[in-house]
């Protein structure tokens, strides 16, 4: 089964950037679609962002225009690059793919790397 393994997180001042990258075992290109996650203390995991087979981007509403989601197929590698940090952005980041079943797409994230912490002060 392929593996993803997030880059080390890191802690960053408020209004600072950082870059993710979520390095994948074998082929990403077979993906139905990655994401990014992200779980603070004391809060149920959300979805951040997503990117679908055909490369359309989805944003939750609090990232959107400050963190932007891309893959390098060649590179099997999904990024996330965050700017104008805040501190509410601090949580634990999770990256996830949907490999698809028997030949055909899944609708749930089936694989998933074992998360890199974020912090952002003020």
């Known amino acids: 089964q392929v593996q993803l393994v997030e880059s080390e997180g890191g802690s960053v001042q408020a209004g600072g950037s950082l870059k993710l990258s979520c390095a994948a075992s074998g082929s990403i290109i077979i993906t139905c679609g990655m994401g990014w996650f992200r779980q603070a203390p004391g809060k149920e995991r959300e979805l951040v962002s997503s990117i679908r087979y055909d490369g359309t981007t989805n944003y939750a509403d609090s990232v959107k225009g400050r963190f932007t989601i891309s893959q390098d197929n060649a590179k099997n590698t999904l990024y996330l690059q965050m700017n104008s940090l805040k501190t509410e952005d601090t949580a634990v980041y999770y990256c996830?793919?949907?490999?698809?079943?028997?030949?055909?797409?899944?609708?749930?994230?089936?694989?998933w790397g074992q998360g890199t912490q974020v912090t952002v002060s003020s």
């Open positions: 996830a793919a949907k490999f698809p079943r028997r030949g055909y797409c899944v609708n749930e994230y089936n694989v």
